[in-house]
């Protein structure tokens, strides 16, 4: 955990509300920047392209529809590359891994040391991400009850936002 104020990114506010969407990839695209200079990397194109892709929505990116994307942007660049590139943000803590859908999503508070919890709508795939303590003390205790120490995780709860739920719950056209 770093001394920096854990404050998030606009792009955590941006689920179900109205926000500007350009300012919110623009301090995203600060931050990785900032992020890459302080671990002594450089924030090359590339990783700024990707970075950028993933950041174009507050939604999961696939892997292969990053890979069209780039390739529609810039030619020859090997999958393996594009794979490296995305391990290389995951690294730096600037983008989530969603495991079950082989999705990338940027995080919303990567100034904060944690590991991904994310509510996945079933319905229009937005994804919140969440930065539960209770989680956290939760898994702290079964590595002390287990003597097991955890390296990484990612806890994905599937379901519908609040959204869909509404658009859900009016009468049931299968009922007589
Ligand atoms: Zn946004
Ligand atoms: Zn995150
Ligand atoms: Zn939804």
New binding site residues.
């Given amino acids: 955990m770093n001394e920096r104020s854990s404050k998030s990114l606009s792009g955590s506010l941006a689920f179900g509300s109205e926000h500007n969407h350009s300012l919110c990839i623009e301090e995203a695209l600060d931050h990785a920047k900032r992020v890459c200079e302080e671990g002594g990397e450089r924030f090359t194109n590339l990783r700024r392209q990707v970075f950028e892709l993933v950041w174009a929505e507050h939604k999961p990116v696939k892997a292969y529809d990053l890979l069209s994307a780039l390739a529609s942007k810039r030619s020859g660049v090997a999958p393996a590359t594009v794979y490296r590139t995305l391990d290389f943000l995951q690294a730096q803590?600037l983008v989530?891994r969603l495991e079950s859908l082989n999705a990338y999503l940027g995080?919303?508070?990567?100034e904060t040391d944690?590991q991904?919890h994310f509510l996945i709508c079933e319905n229009c795939e937005e994804v919140r991400?969440l930065?539960l303590g209770a989680f956290m003390q939760s898994i702290a205790a079964v590595e002390d009850a287990q003597d097991f120490r955890v390296r990484r995780m990612t806890i994905e709860l599937f379901g519908l936002c609040k959204r869909c739920q509404a658009a859900n719950s009016g009468p049931d056209p299968t009922l007589p």
């Fill in positions: 803590g989530h995080c919303s508070h990567p944690h991904g991400e930065e």
